[in-house]
């Protein structure tokens, strides 16, 4: 009778080397396999800026559909200018020394306006350094073409913001973007238009 | 209706006979264009950056030597700038294309392609382009003076003279809304709001700035000129900064070598 074959010794270090691959694969595929999905349906949302909660909840809505004041009427450097700017706090006073006086959103502005100091905002919509986006030879060119008030052109990039309580940017402002858009509209698409 | 942008040719006349040596575009420059603030140990690692510099040549000093004379020395001054050349021999060297020819006439370096190999800077005969070496850094009180149009270059990457692209474009911006040419008045030194900061900032007319296409534009009538020149022009570079050579009745026989 044949003896049996001795019992094969198993080395416990192995087994565990063996147990940890296995665990190792199964959380990294659960890991990665969903990232990777995650890019394939990339939203374009995440390539945005997170809507920022702005040191006075300013209501666009208020100002624009209910009182009706004209883009231009705060943003005033946007028709002449690269950048659309900012009020200053004194021109906010300039209603609000009576308007609202009030709401503790206005208190908060008058002692801006107060201590003399400007209010900081955070920016929503901004390109990066190399990027010299002008504001005003885009208002020229889209109220030459379509024959309208300035202020009508503010929402093919930044959307309808009078109906926003809080702004947010609804355009990627990527290269891509920009270029599409000069592309359909026969603008030129050299470098040193926007790069300099 | 929306005008048809205006094909330019940008262009630079250079009058040696008028320069005086007095470094007031170099300055102008620096300022206008957020270049960082060039010290000794630049200049020699030769790592300062001068989008336009004056090079200065004495002649006649062997004559001076020779006779004893030392009013025979003679200064010369010649501005060197980027020549924005026509067949520029950086253009086709770059791996990444950021530097390249556009439509008007001028020699681009597109700073976010830049990779920073700098073989453009070694293939220019004029060493106009430079290399930034060092993330430049100002005095915390000189942060809020940087010009907002201008790219502040980082580390890393090429740059050189643009001819002050960013009021060319708000030129073209007034062209377009205007609907006509703007005349080469508008870049003078004296009553223009547009040339590029060199050009304004020159005090005895030396630079011209204007459009080569417009016939009658002064830069066009100057580049014509018999004085003129191109610097190198036996490279065949075809630069669009015309050079007018000095005018001097008492020319010393070095000045002829």
Redesign the interface.
Known sequence: MQEPAPRKKVNWMMRAAVALSVVLTVVITLAVVPKILGHYFWSIEQWYRVTPVQPIAFPHPSHVQVDGIDCLFCHRSVATDAMASIPPVQQCMFCHKLVKTDSPEIQKLAKYASDNVPVEWIRVHRVPDHVHFVHEAHITFFTRRDNVAPSQVCATCHGDVGSMQQVKQVRSLRMGDCVDCHRQNNAPTDCAVCHY | ??TP?IPHKWGMVVDIDRCTGCQACVIACQAENNIPINTEDRYIQRRAIEWIRIERYWEGVEEAVKTGDPSLVKARFIPVLCQHCENAPCEPVCPVYAT?H??EG?N?Q????CIGTRYCANNCPYQVRFFNFFQPVWPESLYNQLNP????RTRGIMEKC?FC??RL?KVE?KE??EQKRISDAEFDSASGMYGPACVRACPTDTLVFGDLNDPNGRVAKMAKDERGYQMFDRLGTEPNVIYLKKVDLHASESAHE
């Open positions: 209706m929306i942008r390249y556009n439509n001028m681009v597109v700073y976010n392609r149009h201008v790219t502040v643009t692209i960013q474009r911006r377009v809304k």
